[in-house]
């Protein structure tokens, strides 16, 4: 690398945005100048989604018709033959790759397809966000031989997510758990996938394309997929008597701790904490706080050796395994509230758009002669 360059574009500036803002040394995330922790408090995620794509916080009439757009059958259904390709695909196909095929086959049936004005992104972003979650669950039952379940216009994005999964209406408090959830994955600033969303939305190419360049980043154990690979650790270490040996082998081995370590904050991810208590309360729910135990302890442990604090994705998996969902739809769970973000994102480029095209630092020769093969 040239330079004081650290790689991975540490610290890089890419571009201004309004979106999104992370204070890593005091552990802050603002979404559009509001702080995550408020949101979370006093918000719903379809008022975080329309804060995030529009830039303020909606009055009451525009909410109303934006959660109509956002929960209206005709938004979340899915093109019958989606389906069809759904049931077309070996069982075994992990969700992140359904949900990567699914957002492709959309644009196929999306009828602003080719349109990349603002209001014809804006319209394939409610879709999106609105069909999202209806791709991920039925994948969940087709895989498992079941009928998709029809979307509910009664419930909002998360209680309708937990029903088609299920076909039973959710308890309140997983309700309010993964609308919580959904709120703190929504956006956070030039991650990996948000940045792939851009790159792919700055040649002036579709938001589906963005989404699925996202989708491709999101799944990565480095980025969205740790909430499933942290969930595999619990499994490995069974029980919280376990925990304490099991985590100072794995750091005496070198190994990396899914959960842990975040390239912006120095502080603890604010977003883990909101999660710890919310996977606290639904594993008292159901009678089993076992996994929290567990990873109260690997906390614990890896905060006091290695000086690294828990991040989002080390709590969320406990708190979506005590409702019953299966530890490979954990990132695709990431994506249904992440695309929120993306597609803001996809909106603020194209509307102040320059190709992302940087330079590479070649290191190799320069001026060697061609040998033909039978000289090599
Ligand atoms: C998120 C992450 C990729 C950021 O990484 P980064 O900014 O590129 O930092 P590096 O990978 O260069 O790590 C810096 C140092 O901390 C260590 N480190 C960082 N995260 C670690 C982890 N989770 N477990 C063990 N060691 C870790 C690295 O080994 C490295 O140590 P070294 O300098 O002695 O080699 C990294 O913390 C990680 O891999 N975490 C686990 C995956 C995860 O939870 N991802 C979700 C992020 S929200």
Not at 30 to 48: A, C, M, P
Not at 51 to 56: A, T
Not at 141 to 149: I, K
């Given at each position: ?21 992370i204070d890593g040394n005091e552990g802050r995330l ?235 904050y120095r502080v603890e991810d604010p977003?883990a904490r ?35 604090h ?67």
């Open positions: 690398m040239s330079g004081e360059q650290k790689g991975g574009l540490e610290d890089v500036v890419v571009s201004t945005s309004g979106i999104c803002f603002v979404y559009r100048g509001y702080d995550v922790n408020e949101l979370v408090e006093r918000s719903s995620f379809e008022e975080v989604v329309f804060l995030l794509w529009h830039g303020d916080l909606p009055s009451r009439n525009a909410l109303a018709a934006h959660t109509r757009a956002l929960t209206s059958t005709a938004n979340r259904r899915l093109p019958p033959k989606l389906i069809d390709i759904l049931r077309a695909l070996p069982r075994r196909t992990a969700p992140m790759d359904v949900l990567r095929t699914g957002v492709s086959v959309l644009a196929a049936f999306d009828p602003d397809g080719g349109d990349n004005s603002r209001d014809a992104t804006l319209r394939k972003s409610i879709r999106l966000t609105a069909q999202l979650p209806t791709l991920v669950a039925a994948w969940e039952r087709v895989r498992r031989g079941r009928p998709p379940v029809t979307p509910t216009p009664r419930l909002g994005l998360a209680g309708n997510f937990l029903y088609m999964l299920s076909g039973k209406t959710p308890t309140a408090l997983a309700v309010k758990t993964f609308d919580v959830g959904l709120i703190l994955h929504a956006d956070h600033e030039f991650n990996a996938s948000t940045f792939a969303a851009r790159v792919t939305a700055a040649t002036m190419s579709d938001v589906h394309s963005a989404i699925t360049s996202a989708i491709g980043a999101l799944r990565g154990p480095l980025h969205g997929g740790a909430n499933e690979q942290v969930m595999r650790m619990v499994e490995q270490i069974r029980t919280p008597e376990r925990a304490e040996d099991w985590i100072r082998k794995a750091l005496a081995d070198k190994a990396r701790v899914m959960g842990f370590g975040h390239r912006v977003r909101h999660l710890r208590r919310l996977a606290g309360e639904l594993g008292r729910q159901v009678g089993d706080t076992g996994a929290v135990e567990i990873l109260d302890t690997v906390a614990r442990v890896v905060s006091a050796d290695k000086h690294l828990p991040n989002v994705d080390l709590y969320s998996g406990a708190a979506y395994a005590s409702m019953g969902i299966p530890t490979d739809q954990f990132t695709p769970i990431f994506a249904i509230s992440r695309v929120a973000g993306w597609t803001a994102h996809v909106m603020e480029q194209h509307g102040n758009n320059r190709l992302i095209r940087p330079r590479a630092d070649y290191t190799g020769p320069t001026r060697l002669s061609y040998v033909p093969a039978d000289r090599r």
